[in-house]
């Protein structure tokens, strides 16, 4: 068996493992006599909630209208942030223009957004997607910087020699050297997207798992909450997941390793 594959399987266990502990030590915690099922339901309850939302079909409902908040908002905000990144991290001149600007804005919370959005756009679907937009464009523009600018110069150097122009450079040796940087970018930003579409769904939305949320916290429906959490913890992992296994496949020449 290969190293690549036992590792692989070594880490799918421990995995495992650690997933089963979390999910026992809970069923433990919920099973004590002085436990409130209010406060915290037992597992039954959490799966009983799924099952509930399922056939009445709020739950497909919500996750396909976050689903594609979700992918809107992330393709265009790290569009933009590939596309700026690189132009910022490889030519002086645009880093010297932008460079100020993305500094002076990256602080702010996405959230902090959020009110003047709604001045300005209302409460529809185009303000959800902005603010996904801004949030994923902030987190993963920074990683693009980062990448273009910790590319060896070596590499520089030896395409320069061959004869290839700055662009040629920029295309075929830029790019690819900071791949492993944009594609962490692009998870971060996935994280980020996540966090703030369940935000702007908790304030303004009336379908959603933020809207499922919500609506868990004002009927006291602490399963349904639970439910939700973990669906949300579930989809972005999957996502998560793609994502390594893209860069995996991207990063093959690469002695790098997870």
């Given at each position: 068996?290969?190293?690549?594959?036992?590792?692989?399987?070594?880490?799918?266990?421990?995995?495992?493992?650690?997933?089963?502990?979390?999910?026992?030590?809970?069923?433990?915690?919920?099973?004590?006599?002085?436990?409130?099922?209010?406060?915290?339901?037992?597992?039954?309850?959490?799966?009983?909630?799924?099952?509930?939302?399922?056939?009445?079909?709020?739950?497909?409902?919500?996750?396909?209208?976050?689903?594609?908040?979700?992918?809107?908002?992330?393709?265009?905000?790290?569009?933009?942030?590939?596309?700026?990144?690189?132009?910022?991290?490889?030519?002086?001149?645009?880093?010297?223009?932008?460079d100020p600007l993305i500094e002076a804005v990256r602080p702010i919370p996405p959230l902090a957004y959020i009110p003047i959005i709604i001045i300005w756009f209302g409460i529809d679907e185009f303000s959800r997607v902005l603010i996904i937009t801004i949030a994923c464009f902030m987190v993963c523009v920074v990683n693009v910087i980062a990448g273009m600018k910790n590319v060896p110069q070596v590499y520089v150097d030896a395409a320069s020699t061959?004869?290839?122009?700055?662009?040629?450079?920029?295309?075929?040796?830029?790019?690819?050297?900071?791949?492993?940087?944009?594609?962490?970018?692009?998870?971060?930003?996935?994280?980020?997207?996540?966090?703030?579409?369940?935000?702007?769904?908790?304030?303004?939305?009336?379908?959603?798992?933020?809207?499922?949320?919500?609506?868990?916290?004002?009927?006291?429906?602490?399963?349904?909450?639970?439910?939700?959490?973990?669906?949300?913890?579930?989809?972005?992992?999957?996502?998560?997941?793609?994502?390594?296994?893209?860069?995996?496949?991207?990063?093959?020449?690469?002695?790098?390793?997870?």
């Amino acid at each position: 068996m290969k190293v690549v594959d036992i590792l692989s399987s070594r880490r799918l266990q421990l995995g495992v493992l650690s997933i089963a502990a979390v999910f026992l030590v809970y069923m433990w915690i919920t099973n004590q006599p002085d436990n409130n099922p209010a406060l915290l339901p037992p597992i039954s309850d959490i799966v009983a909630s799924f099952f509930t939302n399922l056939n009445s079909g709020n739950l497909l409902s919500a996750l396909g209208a976050s689903l594609f908040r979700i992918t809107m908002g992330f393709f265009i905000g790290t569009t933009l942030a590939l596309i700026v990144g690189c132009m910022v991290g490889w030519y002086k001149t645009i880093e010297y223009l932008v460079d100020p600007l993305i500094e002076a804005v990256r602080p702010i919370p996405p959230l902090a957004y959020i009110p003047i959005i709604i001045i300005w756009f209302g409460i529809d679907e185009f303000s959800r997607v902005l603010i996904i937009t801004i949030a994923c464009f902030m987190v993963c523009v920074v990683n693009v910087i980062a990448g273009m600018k910790n590319v060896p110069q070596v590499y520089v150097d030896a395409a320069s020699t061959m004869g290839a122009s700055r662009f040629q450079v920029f295309r075929t040796v830029a790019i690819p050297a900071a791949t492993p940087f944009i594609i962490t970018g692009y998870r971060i930003a996935l994280g980020a997207a996540w966090t703030t579409l369940v935000a702007s769904e908790l304030l303004a939305a009336q379908n959603g798992l933020g809207f499922l949320l919500q609506e868990g916290r004002r009927y006291f429906a602490t399963d349904q909450v639970m439910m939700v959490i973990v669906i949300i913890g579930g989809c972005a992992f999957i996502m998560d997941r793609i994502f390594r296994r893209i860069q995996a496949y991207l990063m093959q020449w690469s002695e790098a390793r997870e």
